[in-house]
Nanobody
Framework: VQLQASGGGLVQAGGFLRLSCAAFGRPFSNYAMAWFRQAPGKEREFVARISSSGASVYYANSVKGRFTISRDNANDRVYLQMNTLKPEDTAVYYC????????????????????WGQGTQVTVSS
């Protein structure tokens, strides 16, 4: 399984970006997808998760109402629309997917995910 994230960049506070993650190597529509982020000197943290069908979505409280996760199962892609960006959103953003269709770990744990993209840098200037 390979994940390729893209779409990061430099944006002013209040602006927006759309991240994309392409998945390769197995039937995309069978598995949940998630986005995490890691700021300098901090641990990687959960941002959002979407179920295999797209019917269920979960967000970290810090991004709820500003970010939207979505997926295109026909094209094996997951997206993260980020609006009203803040300087504290600055981080490397990673897409991730679990090894199976179920997990014993909570969805907001990094340990719930076996495959990770390479990350894409998002920088929000004040």
């Amino acid at each position: 399984v390979q994940l390729q994230a893209s779409g990061g960049g430099l944006v002013q506070a209040g602006g927006f970006l759309r991240l994309s993650c392409a998945a390769f190597g197995r039937p995309f529509s069978n598995y949940a997808m998630a986005w995490f982020r890691q700021a300098p000197g901090k641990e990687r943290e959960f941002v959002a998760r979407i179920s295999s069908s797209g019917a269920s979505v979960y967000y970290a409280n810090s991004v709820k109402g500003r970010f939207t996760i979505s997926r295109d199962n026909a094209n094996d892609r997951v997206y993260l629309q980020m609006n009203t960006l803040k300087p504290e959103d600055t981080a490397v953003y990673y897409c991730a997917t679990p090894s199976g269709t179920t997990s014993v770990k909570p969805y907001y744990y990094t340990e719930a995910y076996a495959y990770w993209g390479q990350g894409t840098q998002v920088t929000v200037s004040s």
